[in-house]
């Protein structure tokens, strides 16, 4: 029996970005992401894998949902919040076609919080931190937003009777370390046929972190503006949950969504762009799809967001 094909949170997250992305995910004979590979070595280089492994030090007696695949972690995890109280590190929550590993998820009776961590720093003092001027979300954070109003939405779903409480820890530039070499208590490890990891030095704890580097922020506000309004991608723009629904119904039936590859933008420009299933997309006429084994040999447009096909092999 194969396992599902879940809509995860970096799924949505790529959907967002170009929901034709969504398609190619997960088969690197048609579409040789490079770009995961730099987003990995990004994420070590500004930190955030360490920012990762502080966060969990703030939060004593949490337990790691270790368990591998994801129907032995979803097990584990309903397994843990059969306890009235619990905090759980990467908590496997999954509703119907949804699935979100949860950073730092806190049960407390009815009431849970998820917290989403990032290294993304910002100024606790700022009031345009979240908000810009003009009354909009602030751009730099909307992804983090979306991210967040993504996971409490699967939380919702799967705890109908909890109160969902959606919060990001970031790193915040008011705050000075109080502990020197704080950093050399994260070391990053290497195993021979193995990606990087953080390992945390012995004996690191709450107390031996010092004065907290990572402020935790309440986003509800924010999140509940995202779950009640438009969630727009290149070629999508409808209500969030419908537009949710809809990628996670075509990546199940391994559609493609919204469009195919098309030779060039010229092409795709004279087709007007228009919100529709997988099912609904044709290729353009003069247009041929990108083949699989080989680069065109002139530069490829994806059709719905317009960036360069060549430059992800």
């Known amino acids: 029996m194969s396992s599902p094909r879940y809509l995860t949170k970096s799924r949505f997250k790529l959907a967002v970005e170009c929901p034709t992305k969504l398609y190619y995910t997960g ?174 030095a012995e004996g690191s704890d709450a107390g031996s972190i010092g004065a907290p580097l990572l402020t935790q922020t309440c986003v509800d506000a924010y999140v509940d503006e995202i779950l009640s309004g438009p969630l727009k991608a290149p070629g999508f723009d409808g209500p969030f949950d419908e537009v949710i629904r809809d990628w996670a119904e075509s990546y199940q039936a391994d559609r493609r969504m919204p469009r195919p590859l098309v030779r060039n933008a010229d092409d795709a420009s004279s087709v007007p762009r228009r919100r529709a299933r997988c099912s609904a997309a044709s290729t353009p006429a003069g247009a041929r799809r990108w083949p699989a084994t080989a680069p065109p040999s002139t530069p490829a447009r994806c059709w719905t967001c317009g960036t360069s096909a060549a430059s992800r092999r």
């Open 27 to 200: 088969k690197p004979e048609r579409w040789a992401n490079t770009q995961a590979d730099d987003a990995f070595l990004a994420a070590l280089a500004d930190g955030g894998f360490q920012v990762g492994e502080l966060a969990k030090l703030m939060f004593p007696g949490g337990i790691e949902v270790s368990a591998t695949g994801n129907a032995a972690a979803l097990a584990q995890t309903a397994e843990l919040l059969r306890q009235d109280r619990v905090t759980l590190f990467e908590a496997a929550v999954a509703h119907g076609p949804f699935l979100v590993r949860v950073d730092i998820l806190r049960k407390d009776g009815e009431a849970i919080d998820l917290i989403e961590v990032k290294a993304k720093s910002f100024s606790s003092c700022n009031p345009h931190a979240f908000r810009a001027k003009r009354g909009g979300l602030n751009s730099g954070m909307l992804p983090y937003l979306q991210d967040v109003a993504f996971q409490r939405r699967v939380l919702e779903l799967a705890f109908p009777g909890c109160h969902i409480r959606s919060h990001l820890m970031l790193a915040d530039t008011e705050q000075r370390s109080s502990v020197a070499g704080l950093n050399q208590r994260f070391k990053i490890r290497r195993r021979a046929g193995d990606r990087p990891g953080v390992q945390v």
